[in-house]
Nanobody, 122 residues
Framework: EVHLVESGGGLVQPGGSLRLSCVASGFNFGRYDMTWARQAPGKGPEWISAINRDGTNTKYADSVKGRFTISRDNAKNTLYQQMNSLRPEDTAMYYC???????????????WGQGTRVSVSS
């Protein structure tokens, strides 16, 4: 059974930083592309960053490009997201998801974690 557990969320002031982690189990993590997605209050989910299975290729949504960095450690079955220069509009529940970028929304095989909440406010 696929199990994805996110952590690292919290309350941070605008301009601050957070690092999210997602520990994967129950599947061969190193064989899957992975994506971070988020859902802000009252809005639909959006993918924000994606990384291929060996970490050599990444993709970012325009809303986070230059501020967020996705990475992975396949030896530790862990996905990361470093988030810098956080803005109030980054407030959302953040999820790690199996799959590549927007394909997570039309792939029947995508698995989602339970999410970690990020709040950006002064």
């Amino acid at each position: 059974e696929v199990h994805l557990v996110e952590s690292g969320g919290g309350l941070v002031q605008p301009g601050g930083s957070l690092r999210l982690s997602c520990v994967a189990s129950g599947f061969n993590f190193g064989r899957y592309d992975m994506t971070w997605a988020r859902q802000a209050p009252g809005k639909g989910p959006e993918w924000i960053s994606a990384i291929n299975r060996d970490g050599t290729n990444t993709k970012y949504a325009d809303s986070v490009k230059g501020r967020f960095t996705i990475s992975r450690d396949n030896a530790k079955n862990t996905l990361y997201q470093q988030m810098n220069s956080l803005r109030p509009e980054d407030t959302a529940m953040y999820y790690c998801v199996t799959g590549w970028a927007d394909a997570i929304f039309y792939s029947t095989g995508a698995d989602w974690g339970q999410g970690t909440r990020v709040s950006v406010s002064s």
